[in-house]
């Protein structure tokens, strides 16, 4: 018997002196969750997240009744950013202790990235990170650069190398190739670009201090594509893969970039800064670029791009955009087949044309709090014009549920890893 404090599942109700609406009951082992006939899943998440309010420090699961995805509906409402491996799964013939291990290991460095201060998560060391994280998984599939400082701008990537020149910790690009063919000209079947913006003060379009607090979580999509990669291989994908991390610290000093500048990026197309706050698409921009030049049918980019999307669909959804609406349909129900909530908002080719400026193709947003109506789409209609093939197998992810600022009902404070399953079943779903 376990020493640690046992938790069980219930289809029965639990005894009247419970109370009515009671989802657990105790006894000398540990606890019962009692099943409800709705949001099965939720309905564990939650009381998880009660137990751990409780102060019980770690937990083993117990009994038949649990499958692969209660147990991780249970971890992901248990965990925590100050206990990451606090629940013993129960192996029975339900559950895939193979994928909780893939899921938690994925799910445990991207937490570990997110949740990390922005003194040691910096631009270069979260690009460090992720290469290593990846080359654990395959050893002798990977291999990388980390194009750094003004190296940026003889490759032509601007936008990374403006918005990180402010801080004394450079900007960097990650360009990680994962090959298991064998074939150095294998054709690549998927990029993934993530924004990694390891902190965010908004440059001279400066956060309140209570919006920058928890700024540390802006490199959430590099997190999220590079652990949903890391997911993909545990789960046996064997096509070539391209990852994108665009990283950089936005800071203001003398060096930094400011309101008014232009840029002009490797594709012709010309930005005027009119707000430095929105950073995010700027370097994103480099790395749906760099992208395309892999010649990839298939590109997914993730960020916590936009408080527009996190607006319109709140922190339960992740925001999804792309032109080509199928792939975006189908991205949807791979979420859904994960258990992770996305959304489609929407986006047509007329949103790139929606950040005017008289000075340049296009400004990089609006002069208005929160980039004005339609921010989230108006940042996706930017972002597309740096995607190739008229933005045909290119899908947005903005990552509106990735984080938490404070702890709730299901959650605890911080990374949530929203996005990173419906990034791995994309991956294999469409290579």
């Known amino acids: 018997m376990s020493d640690k404090f046992i938790v069980r599942l219930s289809e029965q109700a639990p005894a009247a002196h419970w109370g009515n609406n009671a989802s657990l009951s105790f006894d000398e082992q540990g606890a019962t969750i009692h099943l409800t006939e ?9 009381a998880a997240r009660s137990l751990a309010q409780q102060g019980i420090p770690a937990v083993a699961l117990s009994g038949e009744a649990w499958c692969t995805e209660s147990q991780w509906a249970f971890y992901q409402g248990f965990v925590s950013p100050k206990q990451l491996d606090p629940v013993a799964f129960v192996e029975n013939a339900q559950s895939d202790l193979n994928e909780l291990q893939a899921l938690k290991q994925s799910a445990t460095w991207m937490r570990q990235m997110i949740n990390g201060t ?8 979260l690009a460090g990170k992720a ?15 980390i194009i750094k400082g003004d190296a940026l701008l003889e490759h032509q990537w601007i936008g990374i190398h403006e918005v990180g020149r402010g801080s004394e910790r450079a900007p960097v690009l990650l360009e990680l190739d994962f090959n298991p063919t064998g074939d150095e000209d294998a054709p690549v079947s998927a990029a993934l670009v993530g924004k990694g913006i390891t902190f965010d003060s908004g440059g001279y379009s400066i956060k309140p201090s209570e919006g920058m607090l928890t700024m540390k979580c802006d490199m959430g999509g590099a997190a999220t594509v590079t652990a949903g990669l890391a997911l993909a291989i545990q789960r046996g994908i064997d096509k070539r893969i391209k990852l994108f991390l665009c990283c950089a610290e936005n800071l203001i000093s003398g060096h930094a970039y400011k309101l008014g500048d232009i840029l002009t990026y490797k594709n012709g197309t010309t930005v005027e800064i009119v707000n430095t706050d929105a950073e995010g698409r700027l370097v994103l ?9 892999t010649g990839a049918p298939l590109i ?6 936009t408080g527009a999307a996190l607006m ?3 922190q339960e959804y992740n925001a999804l955009f792309g032109l080509d609406k199928e792939l975006v349909g189908e991205v949807q129900q791979f979420a859904s087949e994960e258990f992770e909530a996305a959304w489609p908002l929407p986006l047509e080719k007329w949103h790139q044309n929606n950040c005017p400026s008289a000075y340049a193709d296009t400004a990089n947003s609006r002069a208005q709090k929160g980039g004005g109506f339609g921010g989230a789409s108006n940042a996706a209609g930017f ?3 740096f995607v190739p093939n008229e933005g045909q197998g290119w899908v947005h992810i903005d990552l509106a549920g990735c984080f938490q600022n404070n702890a709730g009902a299901q959650w605890a404070s911080g990374a949530t890893t929203m996005g990173m399953r419906t990034v791995a ?3 294999i779903a469409k290579v």
């Open 383 to 385: 972002l597309s014009r």
């Open 38 to 46: 709705q949001e099965t899943l939720k309905h564990i998440q939650k």
């Open 312 to 314: 319109a669909v709140g």
């Open 300 to 305: 997914i980019d993730a960020a916590t791009l």
């Open 425 to 427: 079943r994309t991956l």
């Open 118 to 125: 922005a003194e040691d998560i910096y631009p270069e060391s």
């Open 285 to 293: 921009a480099d790395g749906l670029m760099a992208a395309g030049e």
């Open 131 to 145: 290469a290593e994280f990846i080359q654990s998984l395959a050893p002798e599939h990977v291999s990388y650069q």
